[in-house]
């Protein structure tokens, strides 16, 4: 088995292009295959090598790694043509010398005239002569494929059979007029260069299925099997876009999405292993997957979904392999500096400990876990409206005492000191509990209290409470 991606870098990696490569790469690794990355980089004003490296990016982001490629188009372009040229001598395509604007023209008048527009076929009954003359002038030219009278029908691997009249494909361009390939026509050259078994892609190029067998056929070929995926839709059933959340693959690393969290959710999307499982390991996946079992229906985007997947992810990952993320998100809010790393190691393990039950990304632990770091965050407002009563001040006052006696400062000695004073007191440990939650760390949420303040450190601790003091009622 051979397959491939073949993305064109006019663009990010989008979401749809990574799951059909992850299909793609499921197969091959599953069938012991080659797994082939092609750049389709024929639209040379639109391509750009920033995106080649994006492309690049994504997928090694995603652990797609490849096993021949990347292979370019706009390398390949000579023996495109030369195929072309072939097409040409066996009359199996013909050179069209249509202006863009002559075609527009034509098909206008046939929309006028209420007509359906194919190419005419103007210049397959073009003489010698009329040639010879168009070519004296220097009339650039196309060449168009010939479309044969019949019909082709071929065994969708997702859909079954499909089939189409050729009488509804006109004489399409192979070869434009300044030499470039057209789609159709490089990818059917390539992935039989290629060697390339099984095509697997988006259903947006079932109308091009017909025409590249006929390509094939045309060149003496056995196209390989295709199999078309169903698009990814937003909830609202509508294309997937930027409104229904990031689409770049990369976009996913930056809001702190783990890639295998994101693998395991797009092997899901449009596919099943079955048993209704949702978390599976890239070895269950290879193992399982298969493309009978990809459904023909569109699949459904749910970003509520994808985080609480990356979520259970992050929560089977131990602290040690969670620090290099965690400390990425930390350093890029300032939180952390390069020369810490080490210092701040124990320190960040613990932390991570404590926070990643409640994390569903790794930007996460930074934006809920600012106050770990810095002293510079204010009190949720309704926070303060809740927890903070008359005669606060003075409870505050006489915790602060125990806290500055409590020694060692540990969760156990923490707890003792907060929760005697209430019984002394005679109030609820709660009447404490939430302001200190509330003074230390901003929030009216988080980890158990007595972890977080027995991490946060007596000092720290002590100093956040002292400071909050003259604002206590």
């Known amino acids: 088995m051979r397959v491939r991606i073949a993305p064109s870098p006019t663009g990010y990696l989008h979401i749809g292009t990574a799951r059909t490569a992850l299909y793609n790469w499921l197969l091959a690794r599953k069938h012991k295959g080659t ?20 492309i690049l ?11 021949e490629g990347p292979y370019f188009q706009s390398r390949r372009v000579e023996i495109y043509r030369r195929y072309a040229e072939r097409l040409l001598k066996e009359g199996k395509a013909y050179c069209c010398y249509c202006t863009p604007e002559e075609l527009k023209e034509r098909r206008e008048q046939a929309i006028r ?13 073009l003489s010698e002569e009329e040639k010879r003359k168009l070519e004296k002038e220097g009339r650039p030219r196309a060449i168009r494929f010939l479309v044969p009278p019949g019909k082709t029908e071929f065994n969708d691997l997702v859909h079954g059979k499909i089939e189409k009249n050729h009488e509804d494909i006109e004489d399409f361009v192979i070869l434009k007029s300044d030499g470039m390939p057209t789609y159709n026509f490089a990818v059917v050259v390539d992935d039989h260069e290629m060697g390339i078994t099984h095509v697997i892609r988006g259903d947006d190029h079932i109308s091009n299925t017909p025409k590249q067998i006929l390509i094939y056929r045309a060149l003496g070929w056995e196209p390989p099997l ?10 609202d059933r509508s294309k997937l876009s930027k409104r229904h959340g990031a689409v770049a693959v990369l976009q996913y690393k930056e809001d702190g999405f783990l890639p295998d969290a994101l693998v395991n959710y797009l092997a899901l999307l449009g596919w099943s292993p079955g048993d209704n499982r ?3 390991s890239r070895e269950e996946l290879i193992e399982l997957f298969s493309i009978e079992r990809v459904s023909d229906r569109n699949a459904i985007f749910d970003r509520r979904k994808l985080l609480w997947m990356n979520g259970e992810y992050i929560k089977m990952k131990s602290e040690d392999e969670l620090f290099n993320g965690v400390w990425e998100f930390l350093k890029k809010e300032e939180l952390v500096k390069d ?8 320190y960040i393990l613990g932390f991570i400990k404590l926070m990643k039950e409640r994390c569903k990304t790794l930007k996460d632990f930074a934006t809920l876990g600012y106050y770990f770091f810095r002293d510079d965050f204010e009190l949720d407002p309704e926070g303060i409206r809740k927890h903070f009563y008359p005669g ?9 005492e125990r806290f500055e006696k409590t020694e060692p400062f540990t969760v156990e000695n923490i707890e003792q000191a907060l929760r005697g004073l209430a019984e002394e007191l005679g109030i609820k440990a709660k ?18 209290l007595f972890e977080l303040l027995a991490h946060l450190g007596k000092e720290r601790v002590i100093r956040r409470i002292k400071k909050r003091l003259p604002e206590l009622p």
Do not use: N
């Not at 005239?113 to 009954?125: I, S």
């Not at 020369?339 to 124990?346: A, F, G, H, M, N």
């Not at 606060?392 to 602060?400: I, N």
């Open 113 to 125: 005239e209420g007509r359906a527009w194919k190419y005419d076929r103007k210049c397959l009954y």
């Open 392 to 400: 606060l001040k003075e409870r505050m006052e006489k915790l602060l």
């Open 35 to 54: 797994f082939v990355l092609r750049i389709e980089d024929t639209d040379v004003e639109r391509s750009s090598q920033e995106m080649v490296d994006v």
């Open 57 to 67: 990016e994504s997928l090694k982001w995603l652990g797609l790694d490849w096993d």
């Open 339 to 346: 020369e810490e790393k080490e210092e701040k190691r124990d």
């Open 278 to 280: 949702e978390i599976l």
């Open 431 to 448: 009447e404490l509990i939430h302001p200190v939650r509330l003074i230390c760390s901003g929030m009216t949420f988080g980890p158990g």
């Open 226 to 235: 295709f199999g078309h995926l169903p698009l990814i839709l937003g909830e």
